[in-house]
């Protein structure tokens, strides 16, 4: 690495895009445009260019009734941006089915006319330089890439690709891979971060969504960001959008720190939306990016570096992130789950936590306070009530503990009842099954707290226990946050409960998480300001 922490590649590459000196990482954001006309094309350019792309790849094999010197003539000379001519055929996952020479004499009138990069494939990257040896213009460069659809190879077999496809002479390299699991591409940043050439890393698929976002740390030359969600050339590409506001994707660079919500599912995640947009407005050098993770075990064994610095976990890893922890904090350890996990800096250990009782129980008591609850002493409003939680994982440990702690009575229904009895038993509660809970009403102004994840989104029609059975609570809480008025809280609310969203709830554990990720203080208002959006 250079003393900027660029690769050698990287920081000539930030010299040629004209972009040294302004602190900002020298990887391009290429936007894919696969328009099936000239017209169509031309709309979709100056879209990714109002969208902030760099460079355009321009996807001839989606073109209908191609015509290439009309056609390229036009798309070169009036594209406002740098623009990258591919042709993928068939055998390479790309549009085109017809003769290899017509392909191959496209991309090079391409040059001819200006193109400032073509991507050719490797299997006839040879054929292909040698065929325009002596008439590449300055300022054209050659992508050989290799694309493959079924996996991620090994480290030694990506490194021999990489070594296949500089051996022909490529000006740039580019590796796209498919990820069966986001450890696959933890090789793909090997590769990139020590490449001595100008490289292209990408894994594709969900779970490689990270192998996009964090080019500029591990030294990509350039992302592809799409000019609308879901029109993608390849599987699991974000928008510029995203990458531009979500991820502030200019600002960062190898000395970047990486924190991130483990979760599976984890697309809907308001995490990466809250903690990125307080990291811009105070200027924390860090990126919170979403973690779609299988083994939460295999995924720490893997990103064992100081770069991954501190996570929060969710649905369904807050148990397993207990266990895989070096060390755990007393609460989260009564608690038995774990939603923030902070990597210590001297050691590198795993040190677990957990926010969500203190972000919960605070905002159910503020619920009930506002409610202007009788509350017979200054303690907690909480103090004496009857308690009922739905669920039984991390987020139900948490609640019935801390309902616990505030001395309520805490009553816990869940569909697995032995799960229930579990935490019964070390609170001194009760348990109930989830049909019991129909037909449970030993008393009036009871509190309900829904920790399943019945009613998150998509399935938003769903409720965790019917209309009827909500008249004996005075107050009903839902963790679920996506959307912000579930089922539940809408027919609590019609029953004449309070309410208390798991957005608040959402905001509380988020504060202590931001401070250990940041050792800042939390900026309490700018938080909801952000939340407030959604
Ligand atoms: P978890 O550890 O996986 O626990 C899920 C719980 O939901 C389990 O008790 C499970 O019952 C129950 N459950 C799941 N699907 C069910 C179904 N179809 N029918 C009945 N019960 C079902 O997840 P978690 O981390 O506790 O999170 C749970 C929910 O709370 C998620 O929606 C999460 O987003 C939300 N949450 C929100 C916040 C926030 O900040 N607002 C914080 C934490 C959690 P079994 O034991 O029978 O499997
Ligand atoms: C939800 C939870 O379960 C919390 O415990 C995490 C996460 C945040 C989310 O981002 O949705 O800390």
New binding site residues.
């Given amino acids: 690495m250079k003393s900027n922490g660029l690769s050698l590649a990287a920081t000539d590459h930030l010299q040629m895009s004209g972009r040294e000196g302004l602190g900002r990482n020298p990887t391009l954001l290429c936007a894919p445009i696969m328009g099936q006309s000239v017209d169509q094309m031309l709309s979709e350019i100056s879209k990714a260019k109002a969208g902030g792309a760099d460079l355009v790849e321009v996807r001839l094999d989606y073109l209908n009734n191609f015509n290439p010197r009309q056609d390229l003539e036009i798309l070169i000379k009036q594209s406002p941006l740098t623009t990258l001519i591919t042709y993928r055929p068939k055998w390479e996952g790309g549009q085109y089915e017809g003769d290899e020479t017509r392909r191959l004499d496209a991309l090079r009138l391409a040059m001819e006319l200006g193109a400032n990069y073509i991507d050719v494939e490797l299997q006839v990257a040879r054929e292909f330089l040698s065929s325009i040896s002596g008439r590449k213009p300055g300022n054209f460069k050659v992508i050989v890439s290799s694309h493959n659809y079924q996996n991620t190879p090994s480290i030694e077999d990506i490194a021999n690709l990489v070594a296949r496809i500089q051996a022909t002479g490529a000006d740039i390299v580019k590796i796209a891979t498919t990820t069966l699991d986001i450890t696959d591409v933890a090789r793909i940043f090997e590769i990139t971060v020590h490449s001595q050439v100008p490289i292209i890393g990408l894994v594709m698929g969900e779970r490689g969504l990270i192998s996009r976002l964090l080019c500029p740390k591990f030294g990509g030359y350039l992302t592809f960001g799409t000019i609308e969600a879901a029109i993608v050339s390849a599987p699991g590409q974000p928008t510029l959008k995203d990458l531009l506001g979500i991820y502030n994707f200019r600002q960062l660079g190898p000395d970047t720190k990486v924190f991130g919500i483990i ?1 599976n599912p984890v697309g ?2 308001k995490s990466p939306i809250l903690y990125n947009e307080a990291f811009k407005a105070v200027g924390f050098n860090g990126i919170y990016v979403p973690l779609l993770i299988d083994d939460i075990g295999k995924f720490f064994d893997v990103y064992s570096s100081s770069d991954f610095a501190g996570f929060s ?7 397993a992130a207990l266990k895989r922890c070096d060390e755990v904090d007393p609460v989260a350890k009564d608690i038995g ?1 774990v ?1 923030c996990i902070i990597r210590r800096p001297s050691d590198g250990k795993l040190i677990g936590y957990n926010t ?1 009782y203190i ?2 129980i605070t905002a159910i008591e503020d619920g009930l306070r506002g409610s202007h609850t009788t509350n017979n002493s200054s303690g907690s409003p909480l103090a004496g009530k009857l308690f009922v939680v ?9 609640l019935a503990y801390g309902a616990t702690e505030k001395e309520a009575r805490v009553v816990i229904a ?3 009842l032995d ?2 009895k579990e935490i019964a038993e070390l609170i001194g509660g009760q348990a109930i099954s ?1 049909v019991e809970l129909e037909d449970f009403h030993p008393e009036n102004g009871m509190i309900l707290a ?5 009613g ?1 989104q998509p399935k938003v029609d ?1 409720t ?1 226990i019917p209309k009827r059975a909500l008249s004996s609570y005075s107050l009903v809480f839902d ?4 959307p912000k008025m579930t089922r539940l809280l809408r027919e609590a609310k019609e029953s004449g409960a309070t309410i208390v969203s ?9 504060y202590e998480q931001y401070e250990r990720f940041t050792h800042l203080p939390a900026p309490k208002e700018l938080f909801r300001e952000i939340m407030a959006k959604y």
Avoid: W
Avoid at 313 to 319: A, G, S, V
Avoid at 390 to 398: F, N, R, S, T
């Fill in positions: 979760g809907h995640s976990c969710t649905i369904p890893h807050k148990e789950a939603n969500d972000g919960a739905i669920g039984a994982g991390g987020a139900g440990k948490a869940n569909r697995t799960r229930a989830l829904n920790t399943t994840s019945i998150m769903l965790p963790a679920v946050y996506t798991g957005l608040e709830m959402f905001i509380g554990q988020a």
